[in-house]
């Protein structure tokens, strides 16, 4: 484009960050026959969104409608405010973004799948907090359809990878893990092979979660006319009167000023990848537990600090636990590659228990991964707990993945060489491997066992709500979160506090408009994604908790600059609608 009114080039949308909601408004922004530019810092396309499970978290969706489920507006504000309401001191989160939220989730949806992107609902994923009012057991989760990526041509390889590098869906994925204990298990594992070796022979490339979201959300952005840029770092902002008007990009070693008629959306991550920030805002976690991408540096929710924007919940993150082998540390940059490391979905499964350096159990190890890491951070407080200890026996290693080695199989030397795992004959023995206290071990162990036999965790609860349940073993019994920690050898395993994005930033308001301090927005500033304060608060609800409102307020915000004919001196006050 040509220069004009002193900038090199002018869009009527700038997008900072090519993430989960950049395309999302990029879409809406060229339905509404608006130019668009999205300039993404690094050489690949998607962010953390494309490496991710790819779920979004959307109450009151087309597909739970199609397939019977029941939800309403009502009953999913019942549930916002049972979870994220209950937040505090989190700016993020007011009851008029949570309704905002609930409106526009939903028809966000609508208008990708008249876009043309494929989307389903995975049929059981339940919300994290199902037995609090307004939950729901078959849950609110939307995810894409598996893609083929060669259909993106050259632009395959700007697709930013998936951790997992299987041809299967994410919920055919919940169930590879079943090949030694059902026809169903054995079965998804031959469709998933089969499906791999005709790819193969007809040249198809599939990608599954994260990336099969984004690649699909890529060929409607191209196809629709979204001008999408790499390697186009944005520096800072071009304020003029107090209202944002463009962006500076620095190209080929020059500054170039690139003009925004109608305003920028900033969706450029947090700050997992930069240590000097997470130490002053979330202590004791580490960038080498990270799975964000390298873009994930923060340093764009610092210019926007710079322009006086109002930040909440920066000491809160999308925790993630984490039991991390050797060398497999986030050392480059990259980030985690999560088929490889232990987490949730393992920690929770019968056999096993989290204990800290006392021996101590001090949770349910089932639940939400983001409450989990939340738990052990304030445990560290008191009791040494960063690391905590993963204990399992011998029925576990039998049945169960770890650290992605299947059930059954010998573990590598190197892991009980650099003390990552440890292995003893008896828990005592193994207590004192690992410095814990072996009176604290055993007491734990004989109380869990025994509430184990029973079925019930009197303790913490596990296994009482559906999600513990879906999260354990189905096949298991009589819980299916719950088993006996009792036959040797037995083995301890190191725990951190990990995550798979930070969950504060700038302070939005219920039109995706970033706010000052009391509460008057900056004329022609948008930001979605990790860079703002979390419209759930300081709780996840439900599998797609970042990745949904990601792709919302990128649509909200898109919405709302097409539709302002002049948002100049568009201040409201706080909580004032303005559409």
Known sequence: MAAVNGMDEEFDFVVVGSGGGSMC???????????VVILEKTDMVGGTTARSGGVMWIPNNRFMAEDGVEDSFQKSMTYMDATAGQSVDAPGTSPERRRAYVTEGPAMVDFLVKQGVRLRRIKEYPDYYDDRAGG????RTVVAELFNASELGEWRKKLRPNFLQLPGSLDEFFFLGDYNKSWKGKYTVFKVGLRGALAK????????????????MLQQALKKGVDIRLNSGVKSFIVEDGAVKGVVVNRDGRDVRIGAKLGVLVNAGGFAQNQEMRDKYIPGTSTEW???????TGEMLRELMSLGAWTGQLNEMVGNQMAIPPGRENKNGNGLELSTVSGQMDIANPHSILVDKSGVRYMNEGGSYMEFCQNMLKRNETVPAVPSYWIVDEQFMKTYMFCGTFAGTAKPQEWYDKGFLRKADTLEELAKLCGIDPAGLTATVDTFNADARAGQDKVFHRGDRAYDKWLGDRHHRPSQALGTIEKGPFYACLVVPGDVGTYGGVVTDENARVLRPDGSPITGLYATGTTTASVMGRI????????????TWGYVAAKHAANAQNWAGAATPPGGARS
């Not at 022979?201 to 699909?216: S, Y």
């Not at 990270?290 to 994930?296: E, H, S």
């Not at 599998?543 to 409102?549: D, F, M, R, T």
């Open 136 to 139: 729901s057991v078959p849950g």
């Open 540 to 551: 996840y609800p439900g599998a797609g908790a970042s990745v949904g409102p990601s792709f």
């Open 25 to 35: 408004a990029g879409l809406f922004m060229r339905s509404a026959d608006k130019s």
């Open 290 to 296: 990270t799975a964000t991408t390298p873009g994930d």
């Open 201 to 216: 022979l007809t040249g198809k490339n599939w990608v599954t979660a994260g990336a099969a979201l984004q690649g699909r």
